[in-house]
C-alpha cells in the first residue's frame, strides 16, 4: 500500500505579508489544538515572535511551527471540527510593527558584520529575536560595539531612505527555503515576512547593552510615536 502523502499548510503570509484575513477550512482537531489548510498566522520562528489574532473568532493562544506545519492552540470547548470552514484574522498593527522590525534588525546585522569584517574581525551573531517593541541583535565580540552606531545608523538610513523593493522568495519551495533581496545590498537566508520596500521601515535608533563577558547586545527600535512610548 502506498503510503499517503503529507501535506502542510499553505503559507500565505509568504505570498501576501499584508494580508490580515482569510477564510480557509480546519484541516485537523485534536483537542485544543488545529491546524488549517491554509494560514496568514505566522508563528514563532527565526527569532520572529508569532502573530496574535482569531480563528473563527477564537483567540489563538499559541501558535506552534513543527517541521511544514502549524498548529495554533485554542481556549477549551472551542467546538471546531475539521473540516469546518473558518476566517483567520491577523493583528496588523503588531504584524506591521515584526516586519518593520525584522527588516531593520536584518540590515543592522548585515552593515554590523561587514565594518567589522572591513577591519579584518571576526564578529558572530550568537542571537536574535524580533518583539512588537523592539529587536535585538547578540554578537559573540569582546569590545564595548557602540562606537559603530554612528556608522552603522548612516548606512542603514540610507538604504531606508532609497525605499528599495525587497525582493522575497523561495531558494527551496520542497524545502521551504526561502531569503530576502535587497539588489546590490546583499541576499539573506530568511523565512519571515518581509516588507515590500526598504522606506517603510522609518528612522531607526541602536541602542546597546552588554549581556555578559564577551557578548555585546544591539537593540533596535522605531523612532515613531509608538517607540517613542517604549523607553
Not at 503559507?11 to 483537542?31: I, M, R
Not at 523593493?165 to 530568511?190: H, K, M, N, Q, T
Request: glycine share 8%; net charge negative; aromatic share 8%.
Amino acid at each position: 500500500m502506498a503510503e499517503a502523502t503529507v501535506v502542510s499548510v499553505r503559507k500565505h503570509f509568504w505570498v501576501d505579508p499584508y494580508c490580515t484575513q482569510l477564510d480557509t477550512h480546519v484541516a485537523s482537531a485534536q483537542g485544543d489544538v488545529l491546524t488549517l489548510v491554509d494560514t496568514i498566522f505566522y508563528a514563532f520562528s527565526g527569532g520572529q515572535e508569532s502573530d496574535t489574532g482569531t480563528i473563527a473568532g477564537r483567540l489563538v493562544l499559541e501558535a506552534r511551527k513543527e517541521g511544514h506545519e502549524i498548529f495554533y492552540t485554542l481556549p477549551p470547548g472551542h467546538g471546531l471540527q475539521a473540516g469546518d470552514a473558518v476566517r483567520v484574522e491577523i493583528d496588523w498593527g503588531r504584524r506591521y510593527r515584526l516586519m518593520r522590525l525584522h527588516f531593520a534588525a536584518e540590515l543592522v546585522l548585515e552593515l554590523t558584520c561587514r565594518a567589522l569584517q572591513s577591519a579584518n574581525k571576526r564578529v558572530e551573531k550568537i542571537g536574535a529575536h524580533i518583539a512588537q517593541e523592539k529587536a535585538r541583535i547578540d554578537f559573540d565580540w569582546p569590545e564595548n560595539i557602540s562606537p559603530l552606531f554612528p556608522r552603522l545608523l548612516a548606512e542603514a538610513q540610507a538604504i531606508i531612505d532609497a525605499d528599495t523593493p525587497i525582493l522575497s522568495a523561495f531558494s527551496d519551495e520542497a524545502d521551504e527555503r526561502r531569503y530576502w533581496e535587497v539588489p546590490g545590498l546583499a541576499r539573506v537566508p530568511c523565512g519571515g515576512t518581509h516588507l515590500r520596500r526598504t522606506g517603510e521601515v522609518g528612522v531607526l535608533r541602536l541602542k546597546r547593552k552588554n549581556v555578559g563577558r564577551g557578548k555585546e547586545r544591539i537593540e533596535i527600535h522605531l523612532e515613531d510615536a509608538a517607540a517613542a512610548k517604549e523607553s
